[in-house]
């Protein structure tokens, strides 16, 4: 059994308040889960974090269930339920990122639905780093394309935007996924866009730093860096985002760790 650590932080809503964080840690025998909820420009439907909470524990109760089940096939069943029992519709509903890890006896396998990421570390990848991520809301960010809820809209699971956990099961198809045999990983991080933004766009740390300063301080660490960047550009004048904090979540999942010991 790997070593798994956490940290959660709410950030701030649109209007720069506080508010509960939206983004959902699951810890299962064999799976961790990250949700994070999409904050929602439209109050008249139930915030991201709602949805996130359900999905999450639709999905924890399937892989309890099917805990070797194809990861595809159950966030599809997920999606599924939860818009049924909830009644929702596709481009009118709250969203969600999934992010999800799952080991068995010969492999790990990673899931990442939207801007989510999952890092893999071991015997594998460009020194020994597979960055599992969904690069295609980003692109649309960085083309001008998503300036407004209504751009969000037509570009959501759609062939030419990005995918996301709605009211469409049909988006997880368009998961990406890895898996790696389980001897040669060592550890594994999953991050919502929270921190994978101290990476992606503040340039703070790579993901080899990220896992060490983990190991040796805790995820609260990662967390604080990214923070203390942020409240010295308050008004995003270097690192122009839409809000001055992001809910954070980090998860390390250390498969060396009882080598270590």
């Not at 798994?4 to 799976?31: K, M, W, Y």
């Not at 999606?79 to 799952?102: D, G, H």
């Not at 980003?138 to 709605?166: C, I, K, S």
């Amino acid at each position: 059994m790997p070593e798994i650590v956490f940290a959660e932080r709410a950030g701030v809503g649109a209007d720069g308040h506080p508010r509960p964080t939206e983004d959902h840690v699951v810890v299962l025998d064999n799976a961790v889960l990250l949700l994070d909820g999409a904050t929602s420009s439209d109050p008249s439907l139930p915030p991201g974090g709602w949805y996130a909470e359900r999905l999450a524990r639709r999905l924890a109760d399937d892989l309890r269930t099917a805990p070797e089940a194809d990861l595809t096939d159950v966030l599809t069943s997920a999606i599924a339920v939860v818009t049924a029992e909830n009644e929702l519709r596709p481009q009118r509903s709250p969203s969600s990122t999934v992010a999800a890890v799952r080991w068995l006896d010969d492999r790990v396998d990673a899931l990442v639905l939207a801007d989510s990421p999952v890092i893999g570390f071991g015997g594998f990848g460009t020194d020994g780093v597979d960055v599992v991520s969904d690069d295609r809301l980003a692109g649309l960010r960085r083309r001008g394309m998503l300036q407004t809820g209504a751009d969000v809209r037509r570009r959501r699971n759609a062939h030419d935007g990005f995918w996301v956990a709605e009211a469409d099961p049909g988006a997880a198809a368009h998961a990406v996924k890895r898996s790696w045999r389980r001897a040669d990983v060592d550890a594994v991080l999953l991050a919502s866009d929270g921190v994978s933004i101290g990476v992606d766009q503040y340039r703070l740390f790579d993901w080899g730093e990220a896992l060490a300063t983990t190991r040796a301080d805790g995820p609260d660490a990662v967390l604080d860096a990214v923070r203390t960047a942020e409240k010295q550009d308050p008004d995003g004048e270097r690192w122009p985002r839409p809000k001055r904090h992001d809910d954070q979540a980090l998860v390390l999942v250390d498969f060396a760790a009882c080598s270590r010991v």
